[in-house]
Nanobody, 119 residues
Framework: QVQLVESGGGLVQPEESLRLSCLASGIAFSRYTMNWYRQAAGMQRELVAAITSGGDTNYGDSVKGRFTISRDNAKKTVYLQMTSLKPEDTAVYYC?????????????WGQGTQVTVSS
């Protein structure tokens, strides 16, 4: 059974930092591209950051320079370090695991963790 379990969300003030974690089980973690998405109330889900199996990273324009994605394959965990948080970063953050080889495509989601940035 595949599980992605996020943790680390919470309420912080603007300009503070927060680190999200996502622990994966049931998948060959090192083979997967791991992603963080977020969805604010009334908005579409958007890609925040991605890290490939080779360690290449990609970020949404709104978080570049403030957020850092990393992975620890031994711990089967992906992290999202968030700094200089803004109220517009408030959203539910979802961990996502993707793997594709040929026509075989695996795509898994966590349950989400709430991040609220407010003074």
């Amino acid at each position: 059974q595949v599980q992605l379990v996020e943790s680390g969300g919470g309420l912080v003030q603007p300009e503070e930092s927060l680190r999200l974690s996502c622990l994966a089980s049931g998948i060959a973690f090192s083979r997967y591209t791991m992603n963080w998405y977020r969805q604010a109330a009334g908005m579409q889900r958007e890609l925040v950051a991605a890290i490939t199996s080779g360690g290449d990273t990609n970020y949404g324009d709104s978080v570049k320079g403030r957020f850092t994605i990393s992975r620890d394959n031994a711990k089967k965990t992906v992290y999202l370090q968030m700094t200089s948080l803004k109220p517009e970063d408030t959203a539910v953050y979802y961990c996502n695991a993707k793997w594709q080889v040929g026509v075989k495509f695996n795509n898994y989601w966590g349950q989400g963790t709430q991040v609220t940035v407010s003074s």
